[in-house]
């Protein structure tokens, strides 16, 4: 390729200049990365993380409030994103806390949970998988978690 100050290159010029530099840096060990794509792969891996804690209190609470069915839920969850997003990852982490705060812990990491998913539904290819994932937690807790008749209704 010849390079001359006096002449504009072209852009078939440039490219090849582009290819070859690419070539020389990936030679060299350079890793180029889609930033978009490392993004919503960090995304994915919270919330995993916040599934697998979820699944760690569920066990902790040993039935208590349901939390065995939300047990099966977050590991259907669980398998169904491992799926999606061909990630094998599992983690394991061990609760050291009685069954309520285990249980007001777990409300907290449910609405973290939600709104990382609500991102990932704007991100991925699945957002109608992950929407349904959504609505499905939605949906169970506020079933499962309804505590009838601490309402009255006063007249005035």
């Known amino acids: 390729m010849d390079y001359n100050d006096e002449k504009l ?26 930033l978009e794509e490392e993004g919503k792969s960090l995304l994915i891996e919270e919330i995993l993380t916040l599934l697998f804690k979820l699944r ?6 040993g039935g208590f409030l349901d939390s065995t069915s ?8 669980i398998d169904k994103l491992r799926y999606l997003f061909n990630n094998e990852q599992n983690k394991g982490y061990l609760v050291t806390t009685n069954k309520t705060k285990c249980f ?3 409300i907290a ?3 973290m949970l939600l709104m990382k998913l609500l991102l990932l539904s704007q991100k991925c290819d699945y957002g109608n998988e992950i929407i349904s994932i959504m609505i499905e937690r939605t949906k169970f807790i506020s079933e499962n978690l309804v505590v009838e008749s601490i309402f009255s209704s006063k007249t005035t």
Do not use: D, Q, W
Request: aromatic fraction near 10%.
């Open 9 to 34: 290159p072209t852009i078939t010029i440039i490219e090849e200049m582009a290819k070859a530099y690419n070539f020389s840096l990936k030679e060299r060990g350079f890793v180029f990365v889609n």
């Open 56 to 61: 760690a209190s569920y066990r902790a609470m």
């Open 70 to 77: 939300m047990l099966t839920l977050t590991e259907k969850h």
């Open 104 to 106: 007001l812990n777990s």
């Open 109 to 111: 990491l449910e609405n």
